[in-house]
């Protein structure tokens, strides 16, 4: 008697298991974290180093350190990309839509041998730049060349770049959240939590910060605590493995980037 109680109980445990909703157990949420304009105080820029996990090092070529902060980088074990500058960014390597392609072509060789150890690229600015179609199609199909992934900062609606990137299936990602337009560490904070409550979402959210003091206080108090809010940080390169080139909702529809 007692067998066969036993017997029906774990038959009753067991189809209760099998009832429970597919979405019962908690889904992933990743977050990613690229800084951007690195490379102009180095001792500001080891602060980036020094945080607490798979931070994305996005260097600019035509500042005074760029070339020894991306050997530091890649020492200290994260992922290095470049910076680039695109119109309306100025100076020697910026894009600009009126240049020929060779131009375009001269500026981004000289901004990779300036910045080593590469695995990408994203835009810096580059509001007007990210709108021109064919500009951005051969940049993809350059970067696919080159073996490197590019990542779209979305500095404007307007932007083709992850558009272009998708049709070739080149390895890319969108940024989601910008955490310090509103350099107060009350509003970055505000912006994490965002970009967290995001990855909670829709799984996943791609953060784009800068090296300014509040920007790195609040990450410096905030990053170790991501654990205990069901975050698991990750690196550039798997968001892009975790995202499949798919569009996200805010980027696009079905998968698919407009």
């Not at 070739?168 to 970009?195: G, K, P, Y």
Request: charged share 20%; glycine share 6%; aromatic share 6%.
């Amino acid at each position: 008697m007692l067998l066969r109680f036993v017997c029906a109980l774990l038959c009753c445990l067991a189809g209760f298991a099998q009832a429970e909703p597919a979405g019962s157990t908690p889904h992933k949420a990743y977050l990613t974290l690229i800084i951007d304009d690195l490379g102009q105080n180095l001792p500001r820029d080891r602060r980036v180093l020094a945080l607490p996990g798979p931070v994305t090092a996005a260097i600019m070529p035509d500042t005074p350190h760029a070339t020894e902060f991306a050997r530091e980088a890649h020492r200290a074990g994260k992922i290095v990309i470049l910076h680039m500058p695109m119109d309306p960014a100025t100076g020697p390597y910026a894009w600009h839509p009126e240049l020929p392609i060779e131009e375009l072509q001269k500026r981004l060789n000289a901004a990779f041998e300036k910045v080593p150890f590469t695995a990408g690229i994203n835009n810096h600015m580059g509001s007007r730049m990210t709108a021109q179609p064919a500009a951005m199609a051969w940049l993809m199909a350059e970067l696919q060349h080159r073996h490197k992934f590019f990542v779209d900062s979305r500095t404007s609606a307007q932007t083709v770049a992850a558009q272009q990137a998708q049709k070739i299936d080149l390895a890319s990602v969108s940024r989601d959240v910008f955490l310090d337009d509103e350099r107060t560490e009350a509003a970055i904070s505000t912006q994490l939590q965002t970009a967290i409550a995001l990855a909670h979402k829709q799984g996943s959210a791609v953060m784009i910060g800068h090296p300014y003091p509040q920007t790195l206080a609040v990450l410096e108090r905030e990053l170790p605590r991501l654990k205990a809010q069901g975050i698991d940080w990750i690196d550039i390169r798997q968001m892009i493995s975790v995202r499949s080139n798919r569009a996200m909702a805010g980027h696009g529809k079905d998968g698919v980037y407009r």
